[in-house]
């Protein structure tokens, strides 16, 4: 079995085999009224497009597209306009519980169990008993740590992979912290900061359907995450005892106004510096991540610069990186 | 006791009294060092400017704002640049339980018993049991039912009176009743369309804080009525049985929606043509009612047009009135 | 002869017969220099896709594309991608003089005979006799009238059908005597708002080609349905003797502002209530008719949200509705 | 008589005399309820602030301040932070039928007969017939050629003198011939675009009221410029003979789209080159005025930079002019 | 040898031969795994499209495609959807310097020799010697005339042609001149705006790369002309005896201002009469000629409006122009 | 002599003496003729208002406000509204030179020493030798290490106090350093971002005029601190031997960029990820800042929230921060 990034120029003309996710089938015809498919297939390490020709009576391939069956390729390796092009010979469906799901979905490439040691030095830096109680409650348990743990923070752009929401709010964490202590925030709004930090996509877990699916949910498009997550942390802070109304006011407004303004979707605008930060290292984490992630895709182009990446409005000179 | 509004220029160089609730104080001083001040009163009819020369240590004067006093005035009227001004010989505090603050409070000018009884049969044409039970909780009991009847529906522009949010969400019903009825929704639609126009402000009950103050709560600036609502509606239908998901979905994004567009508030779009209907209901109440009061305050000027109505973006002529 | 609606799945491999207007050809070629053509046909009740292999020298599919031509088809019912798919097997021009072509153009689903009492009904509320004249001479006397009884009010989005104006007019009329009575505004008012309604869309019988075309004039791209509409409504007023000039600045005044803001091409904002009512109802009227047929459009595919709905900017959620 | 540019510091506490029109008037009251009040005086060169202590029974100052009354003024010439001051000692009412009003209204600085012979030889460039006819009928008849020739062009902001439209006029024709020479346009073309540029403005002498009043008609309020010019050529070109019907929509989409875009108050689009440049040039004439007029206006203030000129977003260097 | 645009239907099913440059390579393939492309080629007078059957391994049609390979063509005349389409017979490449290039690139329709004695005729208006020397070194001397006189514009929409540049500074000069003509502008303000029409498009020499590419330099995407072109006047200014100081603020300022507004890439907006000039004289000659191109361009298609012209954002009208 | 802040009700009805810088200026009028001024000193710990009874002729009263002369000030203190104010008494002017300026200017709270020690500390960790002499020459030599260590950053909003640019170049180091390690950038790109964050602001010695001025120069208003510090940083860079092409392209289109969008006035966009995460964090530092700034001066004040801040859109809430 191959993983599909090791498949090169050096497999030209020879078959090779893989295992893989479906995630997409675009079935097209031909004169005749034969009917061929492109086929999208993926592994943990990259995309492939594949050319499935005669497409026959194979009743899984029209199936709803969120289904994602795994399957077992047998392929030719060819070239098409300077890139690898795969032809299928065989294909068969694989069933779902003898793979290791793992190697078939992208993932963070930060160490899970490091990043898992870092959320919670950061929850230890809350001083505030019931704020603590909050982010424990919250994230630490379950059913949320799991899922907290495990599901990507976008459909695209950023942090769109396996652990995504996890290593995000790490980052968002790390920022919000430096910025609190470079500009002397007293405890109480660092504590404040640190749980809103926690909690500002925590309800991606809802908004989301787990991977490898990737798709936005029912409730997650009617609703979003912003009004979902400020209504659990809500309703959680009203069992908890001793929790001071002020900064049960402070970390709400600062989960409902994270994105910033009220266009991008916030119903209102972050009112305190706690909020401000957290919109700006929010932001900040976003960008840089889709930036760097858009520019890899693209550094085998032969062009000095990358094509436009549409979130952030230009593109980018691929001079210097090397 | 005269009413505000009935102090005309026959009252020219005579002395009035009247009670009224103070609303603003605007202490000024003269370069002896004396002081003067500029007083806002009103009763339920009308307000007017009232001046204090050589202010003395009226402790009460000074107090916060948001106070209100209820003060009997005894004044001289005179004229200024065509306009009538008062000139107080005399003011004393009145203690606010000997008064019916109704009369010093602007109010609806619709009847609120027919408004009340207006407002079951809204309630009676919902004809899904789960969806009336909310309303019924939400709504027509009590600690809500008494507020919902009696809060303004806004700080400024339009329907900020006594009863405010209950003749706005009539008007809203009727709109959203008639486009509904037109365009041949089927009962399921009208049954949630009805229930989000009674639930898009009902939060203003939390919102604000009671009349007069009119002034918005710290709850209000901080996660404003779109949060609030949604977030008391949800709670609730968790808690009905056999409420549908679907029916919960779309009533609470038309909620969430209301606004219409995220620039003006709301976390997410009207996705449901329930949802749009009752935004532009809204809209349409909330717009002509501040014109029709704008027009009304400037009927006396002189001019053709009206000032600029900022929130219309626009001034409005005054020919073709009476 | 088939409508094209009631072919079906049940029709897969046979013949079906069928008269439609074809209203859009596109050509195509193949390496070996061949020719075939992806033709759209429509009737009143819907549209469908026809492949045409094997272009011959049917110097008729070559023509201008405003033509429109009457085609008799007998073609095979294939599917591709789960949808329905017809080739074509014979196509013979038919004479537009021997077919009803109201068979052909999709038209209003509200009564005509009803549609046009309702119309009467509306101006016989006008208690002012010039307005009522006004609107006698330009919507119930010909050469206005048919047109106005049964042109699109609209190139896509909305009412784009046989009698669209008609509908879309009834609408707003019904939306603006709606608020006119909540807001209890006076009958001169009324009988203005009323007038504007009427004419408010009235030149879209010169903006646009009479149907199947609902292709815009030149006069209509060059000038605009708002200025000719303004245009002709002035020269009437100006011969109607006894018109208010106060009643024909803010009816004029109506018709400009009707778009409600200078980017949606109104060269004056509305500057009376009146106005306002009327661009909100014609809004209103607008958008629910574009999110109904646009909903209805998109019902038979499986996902749970519509497409953008790009006037709208945003999905529809399709649960709930059956 | 003094005119008021020739009131310097070399006069500091003398008395002077002087003719103006009284523009503006503020009543101020002291605390002792005595009046005074701010007047504004302006002739054809200059504006003055007046101060007038002790306001007595004078009742045409009460008066609706579109009257613009006529005064001869003594007044005590004062200095007040490094600027002249007047104070009033004495002032009457004149007769206007007694004065010139050209000495009392600001007024083009180019020769009027200059002006009136350069507006001939434009006219005298066009070499279609009908187009000639529809300019000779429109500019150079009466009742038009005189307010044609006499009014201002803008309420304030550039061109807001006596013969304002006749120079913006003129200003434009020159930009839209030299780029039409410049780009080779053909004779049609220039014919068309030279009887825009006549006609873009025209309905300023309807949208105005005359001079001193500078104030806006309600016509011109409920209407606009872009409207009434529009439908009163419009209305002309028809009863024309020969007029040809491309040059009628290009010419009337010129007038309608001569502000360039939706949002500054053009229906519809310009949709020639003739209409663009007409556009650009009507632009480029006010904008340039507007910054000289400012300039010159605040020439005399110590900063190397003016104020902010509202219109045009900036300040402006004032280095480098002498 | 033909020259492309002499290629009409008459040579139907005939061979032609052309020597042109190659622009664009598109490689497809088909189900067989044969290969074919879509050819782009040009001369100075056309560009027309060329099918390439059965690709070969011509190496040189792999190339980075801002090679432009001069080729030689013997193809066949044929017809597809009422188009002309040439399918290759035979392609070699040609030595480049073998060919004069001219004829393979679009150029300005102007003379060259009259346009640069146009240009010196403007440089000699100057009369501030210090800002006519400034002039001659950075427009007459090398390494900058013959690049000043060669370089296109822009990469697409205007003056995108061989002596691109030169034509557009023409045109400005000439629109400024007028305007600071008919204003009445003094000559120090003339000699500053004619230096400053003269040097705001001068870094396009370094912002594009030389003809037939047409690509921008990585200096040009990185750094723009705005700012390249200011760097390179700044240096020169300080290197210039008795260059006035003010001068240079407000040429440098005209240059860094001329497009006009922040968003639209100038870093601070034009603080001087002269600026705001360059900046509409430079749009107005850009904008002018972009809708003169795009109309021809379109002049054959039978529609009476043009496609939408995507800087303008609107189509034009095509009528009324023979 | 007293510290500004030092002065408070304590004090009330006693005379008081100190030193200030008069930074402000209002002369005022009585009806009488008499003049009083209303003044406006500072400190480095305080600002306050100052009433000065019967203004007579002190000639320096009227010198040009950016003089900025110092005085000692013998006042009584009083209160008015809730509020100190003290009244003048004598006030004479003082030679600069006498006074230590630093006790009159705000300044930064971070310690001056402490922050020399980390500047060389961000610039040691630079491991590419020219980019490492860049930072020397521009920043750690004079004519500029002074002025860098002293300026403000702004006029008003955030950083304007002495040290200011200082101050904010290390939050925006420490930021991209924390960024960089995070993203794990490699050292190349960290020592270019290092370089951008040092030079972004550079030109504010330049635009700014010294303090207690906090003017911007000509220069700066004319030009920008974006242009002049890119333009330095250019010719800087190509006298430093052996500076990499892509380093110079990339810091260069940083400084260029790092206002972030156009409409902030960045001529182009960030177009590497060290520009973006440069322009992310000069906005966090500005921000943050100006939030905290502005919450202490209105710390004071007896409402829940802030005043609205204008450079952030919104109030702030005073609850939670004790």
Chains 1, 2, 3, 4, 5, 6 share one sequence.
Not at 71 to 78: D, F, K, R, T
Not at 279 to 306: C, N
Request: charged content about 30%; proline content about 3%; hydrophobic content about 40%.
């Amino acid at each position: 079995m191959r993983e599909l990034k090791s498949i090169t120029k050096d497999d030209l003309n020879q078959e090779v085999t893989f295992i893989a996710l479906l995630i997409d089938v675009k079935i097209k015809s031909t004169k005749t009224g034969g009917k061929y498919a492109d086929l999208t297939v993926q592994d943990a390490g990259s995309k492939q497009l594949l050319k499935l020709w005669d497409v026959a009576e194979e009743d899984w391939l029209q199936r709803p597209k969120d289904d994602f069956p795994v399957i077992e390729v047998n392929a030719l390796v060819g070239e098409y306009q300077g890139k690898l092009q795969l032809t299928a010979k065989n294909i068969r469906q694989v069933d779902k519980d003898s793979i290791d799901m793992k190697k078939l979905v992208p993932s963070s490439k930060w160490n899970f169990d490091q990043m898992r040691q870092w959320l919670e030095e950061f929850r230890d830096r809350i001083q505030t008993d019931p704020i603590k109680s909050l982010i424990n409650e919250m994230v630490f348990q379950e059913p949320y740590y799991e899922k907290f743990c495990t599901y990507p923070a976008a459909k695209s752009v950023h942090h769109n992979f396996r652990h995504g929401i996890l290593q995000h709010t790490l980052e968002v964490l790390k920022y919000c912290v430096v910025v609190a202590t470079t500009k002397r925030l007293n405890q109480r709004q660092v504590d404040r900061l640190i749980a809103m930090a926690f909690l500002h996509d925590w309800a991606k877990i809802i908004e989301y359907e787990p991977l490898p699916s990737n798709k936005i949910s029912d409730e997650g498009k009617m609703l979003g995450h912003i009004f979902i997550g400020s209504h659990h942390v809500m309703n959680k802070i009203e069992l908890l005892e001793g929790f001071d109304r002020e900064d049960a006011l402070i970390i709400l407004n600062g989960i409902l106004g994270h994105h910033g303004a009220l266009e991008w979707g916030s119903p209102v605008l972050p009112k305190s510096v706690e909020a401000q930060i957290l919109h700006q290292a929010d932001k900040l984490s976003g960008d840089v991540e889709s930036i760097l992630s858009f520019m890899q895709e693209q550094e085998e182009s032969r062009e000095t610069f990358t094509d436009r990446l549409w979130n952030m409005g230009t593109d980018y000179y691929k001079g210097g990186i090397s």
